[in-house]
């Protein structure tokens, strides 16, 4: 019985960390758009099409629309105009699931370092290399963007501080959370 137990006891603390790691990158995620959108607006840069591009090619699929549009040589202006739109319109959509999709997903890495026994900044930091480091190879692999070599160094920094931001506001939910954690040992949601 006791060994079900401490099965049951592990179980317990995986599952744990993986809902404060799915909800710490949701965190991560939602400001990482918005320091994107704020930095959309300072240098009037376009959205990013790279997390439709990666994802895309990861999961063999594209924006619904793509095929047909191809296929429309034929097609009158309006017709073809008609489908770019709403081929545009899905590709929007697409960014943006994948881009949460994957931002939310990368607080598991955060879940698995606190498995481990990593905790607190030691672990943001890890986090940060191992996303931005995913970024820097995966996007130029995928085509979805240069290599950080043929990069500026505004662009660089731009994306350190991007990816910062997301590291420092997914670690500092995951922590919050499990410090309230600690601090409420035998709470309980339906108990006063």
Not at 3 to 29: D, E, H, P, R, W
Not at 83 to 99: A, W
Not at 137 to 164: F, N, R
Request: aromatic letters at 8%; a neutral charge.
């Amino acid at each position: 019985m006791v060994q079900s137990n401490s099965f049951f006891y592990s179980l317990a603390q995986v599952g744990n960390a993986v809902g404060k790691g799915i909800l710490s990158g949701l965190a991560g995620t939602v400001a990482i758009t918005l320091s994107q959108m704020i930095e959309m607006q300072l240098t009037k840069r376009g959205n990013s099409e790279a997390p439709a591009i990666t994802g895309g090619k990861a999961l063999g699929v594209e924006p619904r629309g793509q095929a047909e549009l191809e296929k429309q040589d034929d097609a009158p202006p309006s017709k073809k105009k008609e489908l770019q739109q709403d081929l545009e319109e899905n590709k929007d959509r697409f960014t943006q699931i994948m881009h949460f999709s994957y931002g939310t997903s990368w607080g598991m890495a955060r879940s698995a370092l606190d498995l481990i026994g990593v905790q607190g900044s030691a672990a943001t930091l890890i986090h940060f290399g191992a996303l931005w480091g995913t970024a820097l190879v995966m996007l130029p692999a995928t085509k979805a963007s240069p290599p950080i070599t043929e990069w500026s160094p505004k662009q660089i920094g731009t994306d350190i501080v991007h990816h910062a931001v997301y590291a420092l506001a997914a670690g500092a939910c995951y922590d919050a959370m499990t410090e309230a954690e600690r601090s409420h040992r035998g709470w309980s949601l339906f108990t006063r």
